[in-house]
């Protein structure tokens, strides 16, 4: 085979650079509110904040980051049996960036306070429910661009990654900046306006990618116009929703919701089992579940340590860390960006790298990526917990500590985020590959919940324990028992690397 001829059969399909672009402004939206969300929450009344204290502000961040990541399950099941993929994507991302203009609008509303909860509720709602129409469904065509056992697949996915974390890096740059500098207004204001720009993005590009995507049954190059009409129902449809629950809630007592909230929590695991047993058939695609869902258990461990970057890293940047650069104080969320940019900067090279491995037949198993990954995440806690313990004076402590921990994380979150998009794509059953996808962003969801309510939750159970040294401890077990765990699971994997 001549040089021309393998370098085009290694080359990537131009869909992926459509999707690459899509998703990097979506995640712009995203982290930009995210950045945003606990100083936004903890900031004096007097200053356009809501006041609250630390542990109510984190909880909310939990149930938010949590709920955000539990809907794609209900977006994929939609994806994969009536809307198809890419008319999803367009239902996400127009109900998210109408979330992001609600939580602008609770603080354009700040001198009446009724209207401000309403808009700040409204505004999370939205972004919830749009994100599970938005999230596991361009990664599941990221996914149908290659076959199973394409040497490309988690190079595809890595780059993939890199568009999620340049978006991750520009928002806290220029969401973070406008929020706390200039007005909580104009920093959500500007992450609605990039959500937009994923939407529109999407339809100028949506020839290359070549049919995948759409509903079933219908293999064509785009949408058709009546599909808009579907999509603009199902945005009506999801402000309804939210409107309703709203409505609801300030009409039932906190018992009734709670005990409703359970009810729908058990029809929907109900739901889900049933998908899940009707689309999978064979003890080999039964094997390969088995396998997603042990990973989901160390996705778990992973998440909840790796998103006290939103929570307790964005506190301790703005209370614990000495912001002043040459004069300037920036802005705390700022700090956000340092992920996202060690990602850009080495993801190129962790791509590479899997693909020159494979080439040699010496590429890491899925669980032996995920183990490292897991054990970076505890080195870095290590550094955190001599941060913390250095922070502990009156004097504010160097940035540095603070950049040394993220750069740490984005190593680990590189051997285990794109390898896991990955991977579910490769073990699912076909007829639910979103609906497994969204179980996947499921277990990220109630990462995310423990990571807003772990520093609480262990204050009440072991209040002279240091929240970072704990986590230390977690994530190293975690890793021991994914190495331990390595040879079971690629049994389970049943041939797919």
Known sequence: MSSTASTEKMAHPRGLYTLFFTEMWERFSYYGMRALLVLYLTTEYAR??????????????????????????IGGAL??????????IYIGGFLMAF??????????????????QWMFHMGLGLLIIGNGFFKPNISTIVGALYTDNDPRKDSAFTIFYMGINLGAFLSPVICGTLGEQVGWMWGFGSAG???????????????????????????????????????????????????????????ISDDAMSLALKVVGVAAVAGIAYIIYNGTSGNEQWSRVSAILIFMIANIFFWSGFEQAGGTFNLFAAEETNRVVFGYEIAA????????????????????????????????????????????????????????????GEGLISPLWLIGVYVLHTFGELCISPIGLSMVTKLAPPKIVSVMMGLWFASMALANYLAGIMESLLHSIAPDMNLFVFLTLSSAVGAVLLFALTPLLRKLMRGIH
């Open 333 to 392: 969320s700022l700090f956000q960006s340092v992920n996202a940019l060690a990602i850009f900067i080495f993801a190129p090279m962790f791509a590479s790298l899997w693909v020159n491995l494979a080439a040699r037949n010496m590429n890491p198993s899925t669980p032996a990526k995920f183990g490292l990954g897991l054990t970076l995440l505890a080195v870095g806690f290590i550094v955190m917990s001599f941060a913390s313990f250095a922070a502990e």
């Open 79 to 88: 994806a994969d049996r009536i809307l198809g993929q890419r008319r999803a």
């Open 99 to 116: 979330g992001q203009f609600a939580l602008a609008g609770s603080h354009a509303f700040a001198a009446d306070e009724a209207m401000r």
């Open 193 to 251: 306006i990039g959500m937009l720009l994923a939407t529109v993005w999407l339809y100028v590009e949506e020839p290359k990618l070549e049919g995948r995507g759409m509903p079933p049954g219908r293999e064509g190059v785009r949408l058709a116009a009546s599909d808009f009409g579907t999509i603009a129902a199902y945005v009506a449809g999801g402000i309804a929703t939210v409107y309703g629950f709203l409505a609801l809630q300030a009409a």
């Open 48 to 73: 356009g904040g809501f006041g609250m204290d630390r542990a109510s502000a984190l909880e909310i961040y939990g149930i938010f980051t949590g709920l955000v990541y539990l809907t794609p399950i």
